[in-house]
């Protein structure tokens, strides 16, 4: 909660500083959208390059402080810190690239500084998904197909340099105004905004299925985690979507509200810069990840085409053994391949058998035993004197909330008011 408290105020207080500061400055898709029109005059550093510049700064923060946390998942800090790093590294080349009054006299600077801006602009999106995917897929590695994610970085540095594109030209400042050339510059422009937007919507993508896959291999796990992790990934497919959109459409707009729409971009990347540290922090080491689960063309060839007709007795009197004679769900954190070993089935087929036979998942397979368990100890006289706490505990269950929910959901009552009238309750389920 006070993870949360903290997000929605910085939210609030960002908010609050676009809505009440309009200091002029110039952004990108402003400029894109008028080529011709110089760039507009301002401070040295306004307000909304100093906002730039201390995303900047808090992320190298960020990065030193992810050195000291403990890490229960090496690679996913890395990915992390590389991802901070890329933003913090992107907010910077951005103020330089755009900030007037900042003179670039090298050539070597002018012709390095695009180079910079799309390596970060292009890192961000690969090293958000990499994140997303080494913390929710099992034994997730480093690979040699996963360097196929530098091709757009590659088009994009190929052009730059075959079309001799400084930041001048990336700027539309000093360019000859021939049609072609104008492309070439939006084309850049193009790929620079629209594959950091693909690879969030891919992660996602990746974090909607591991929620899913959760209630397949998890008989318990932390909702909050799942959920913030939803929302962060969610948040960068705006901020990334609002940026794209703002370049494609921002030229058929009045100068001044691309202009805003561009500058916005920065509090966005502000607020869920800080929002993912937080989700760091709090919720990615109590993650738990999953395997690959069988797909639907998958299952009969798991289960040895036992599900295309019968089921085979000897399987679906294992599964059954495990619950109703070893209570194997009184384990609060058991997962589908622990079951497995335990029973001497492949996590596949049980996984196969629960959704065909009981048609449910193994989240809610494990849990309805739970709450029949939980029933039977309100019921029973000699505990009487235990409190719900001591009953959903001894049931398996290791959440209240979640506890609360299913008990609701199978018995239609709270477990206080079951236990406080059960015949009733009896009678009812009769």
């Excluded at 760039?39 to 402080?65: E, Q």
């Excluded at 990746?206 to 318990?220: F, G, P, Q, R, V």
């Amino acid at each position: 909660m006070q993870a949360q408290r903290y997000f929605l105020h910085l939210l609030i207080f960002t908010c609050t500083i676009c809505v009440a500061v309009n200091a002029p400055a110039q952004s990108l898709d402003s400029v894109l959208a008028n080529p011709s029109l110089p760039i507009a005059k301002m401070p040295f550093f306004n307000l909304h390059d100093f906002v730039s510049l201390l995303t900047a700064a808090i992320c190298v923060l960020l990065v030193i402080y992810q050195f000291f946390l403990p890490k229960t998942n090496p690679l996913s800090a890395l990915l992390l810190s590389l991802f901070f790093l890329s933003l913090g590294a992107a907010a910077v080349s951005n103020v330089l690239l755009w900030n007037a009054y900042i003179s670039i006299n090298s050539v070597f600077i002018n012709q390095l500084i695009p180079w910079v801006f799309a390596i970060v602009s292009i890192s961000k999106g690969i090293l958000l998904y990499l994140y997303v995917a080494s913390l929710t897929q099992h034994d997730f590695k480093i690979n040699y197909t996963h360097v196929l994610n530098v091709i757009p970085l590659l088009i994009v540095l190929v052009m730059l340099g075959f079309f001799q594109i400084d930041a001048d030209n990336l700027r539309f400042i000093g360019i000859r105004r021939s049609e072609s050339e104008i492309e070439q510059v939006v084309w850049v422009w193009h790929l620079l905004r629209a594959t950091p937007f693909i690879y969030a919507v891919v992660a996602v993508i990746i974090t909607l299925y591991y929620h899913n896959n959760l209630k397949e291999y998890y008989s318990s796990y932390i909702v909050n985690g799942p959920i913030w992790l939803s929302v962060l990934t969610i948040g960068f497919v705006i901020n990334w979507g609002w940026a794209l959109a703002t370049h494609l459409w921002g030229r058929y707009l009045p100068m001044s509200i691309a202009d805003s729409l561009g500058i916005a971009d920065n509090y966005i990347t502000f607020v869920l810069l800080n929002g993912l540290f937080i989700y760091s922090f709090v919720y990615s080491h109590k993650l738990e990840a999953t395997k690959a689960l069988p797909k639907n063309a998958e299952v009969a060839d798991s289960a040895s085409g036992s599900l295309s007709g019968f089921l085979s007795g000897d399987e679906l009197t294992k599964i059954k053994n495990g619950m109703e004679v070893d209570h194997l769900y009184l384990k609060n954190n058991l997962n589908i391949e622990e079951f497995s070993k335990c029973i001497g089935l492949s996590y596949r087929e049980v996984s196969s058998i629960i959704n065909k036979h009981f048609q449910t998942n193994f989240y809610e397979f494990v849990n309805l035993y739970r709450v029949n368990k939980a029933k039977e100890l309100l019921l029973n006289p000699d505990y009487a004197d235990r409190t719900i706490l001591d009953i959903f505990l001894e049931s398996g269950f290791n959440s209240k909330s979640a506890f609360n929910r299913f008990f609701k959901r199978y018995v239609g009552v709270t477990a206080a008011e079951f236990r406080k009238n059960p015949p009733l309750q009896q009678k009812r389920e009769d």
